[in-house]
T-cell receptor, first 111, second 116 residues
């Protein structure tokens, strides 16, 4: 059974801080790893990672995958209050038609 | 472009009443469709998924059922709600074509259900 574990469970920082969110996984056949951001309602897609060591970047957010150690990290630099959200990590099954989600990390950025 | 609509946004229902939540997708054909439930502030639990009209797979035994009467319509139902059915329900879709693109799921805005 595929498994995804995220840490920390929650995190409170101040604006300008840098945060690192962790996601470890166990899958039968690795295809990709996905990160989502959920503010109040719909999770929105951030990144899909497929290869080790290649950093994906979007503004102040970046993510990297380690397929040997089976984990990914999501970094947010110079955090802003708008970064407050639940960050979800997920891996697809072998057929690619189902996702297993981690429990999420709740990030709160204080002014 | 593709859009996903989910309604209602919030719902308060008494125990024992029926439930029907609807999700429709526009701008794509033959999508995979999904229903998830999310406990407060936590990860997503897959309830049902569908790869085509009339094809439903259930991931967890429960008081709920799903139907896909049309290609881009997915309905979550219950005949008699329980207190434990309260939660945040999300509908999602993904593309069917081969390749890694189908790994990405796109979510609706969710329905917050309170069973009292």
């Amino acid at each position: 059974e595929d498994k995804v574990v995220q840490s920390p469970l929650s995190l409170v920082v101040h604006e300008g801080d840098t945060v690192t969110l962790n996601c470890s996984y166990e899958v039968t056949n690795f295809r990709s790893l996905l990160w989502y951001k959920q503010e109040k309602k719909a999770p929105t897609f951030l990144f899909m990672l497929t290869s080790s060591g290649i950093e994906k970047k979007s503004g102040r957010l970046s993510s990297i995958l380690d397929k040997k150690e089976l984990f990914s990290i999501l970094n947010i630099t110079a955090t802003q209050t708008g970064d407050s959200a639940i960050y979800l990590c997920a891996v697809p099954n072998n057929a690619g038609n189902m996702l297993t989600f981690g429990g999420g990390t709740r990030l709160m950025v204080k002014p | 472009s593709q859009t996903i609509h989910q309604w209602p946004a919030t719902l308060v229902q008494p125990v024992g009443s029926p439930l029907s939540l609807e999700c429709t997708v526009e701008g794509t054909s033959n999508p995979n469709l999904y229903w998830y439930r999310q406990a407060a502030g936590r990860g997503l639990q897959l309830l049902f998924y569908s790869v085509g009209i009339g094809q439903i797979s259930s991931e967890v035994p429960q008081n709920l059922s799903a139907s896909r009467p049309q290609d881009r319509q997915f309905i979550l139902s219950s005949k008699k709600l329980l207190l434990s059915d309260s939660g945040f329900y999300l509908c999602a879709w993904s593309v069917e074509p081969r390749g890694l693109a189908k790994n990405i799921q796109y979510f609706g805005a969710g329905t917050r259900l309170s069973v009292l």
